[in-house]
């Protein structure tokens, strides 16, 4: 089991940008994949993107791809998802999430552990 905490949300402009972060203890980092996942008021929780555990392979949602990028640092047991180009139908609660798979996965129902979350919000 690890523990996930997401920080880095807040409010922004349309066009701006923002990086959330998210830091993990206790099982190794690296042995878990992770995703971000978002939920919007009276929305399902949905995929955002992910990446593998060594950082070969990352994959995201038609809605973020070419705005959102996502990364981790193993070092400092950190994922990070930074977000360019917001728009405000990206407004929702951002949840990072760990997989103990060795693939990528969009599916939530694969990742085990979850943070609390971090509210963005993006006026328009």
């Known amino acids: 089991q690890v523990q996930l905490v997401e920080s880095g949300g807040g409010l922004v402009q349309a066009g701006g940008s923002l990086r959330l972060s998210c830091v993990a203890s206790?099982?190794?980092?690296?042995?878990?994949?992770m995703g971000w996942f978002r939920q919007a008021p009276g929305k399902e929780r949905e995929f955002v993107a992910a990446?593998?555990?060594?950082?070969?392979?990352?994959d995201y949602a038609d809605s973020v791809k070419g705005r959102f990028t996502i990364s981790r640092d193993n070092a400092k047991n950190t994922v990070y998802l930074q977000m360019t180009s917001l728009k405000a139908e990206d407004t929702a609660v951002y949840y990072c999430?760990?997989?103990?798979?060795?693939?990528?996965?969009?599916?939530?129902?694969?990742?085990?552990?979850w943070g609390q979350g971090t509210q963005v919000t993006v006026s328009s």
């Open positions: 999430a760990a997989a103990q798979i060795w693939t990528l996965s969009s599916n939530r129902n694969d990742y085990n552990d």
């Open positions: 206790g099982r190794a980092f690296s042995s878990y994949s």
């Open positions: 990446i593998s555990r060594r950082s070969f392979n990352t």
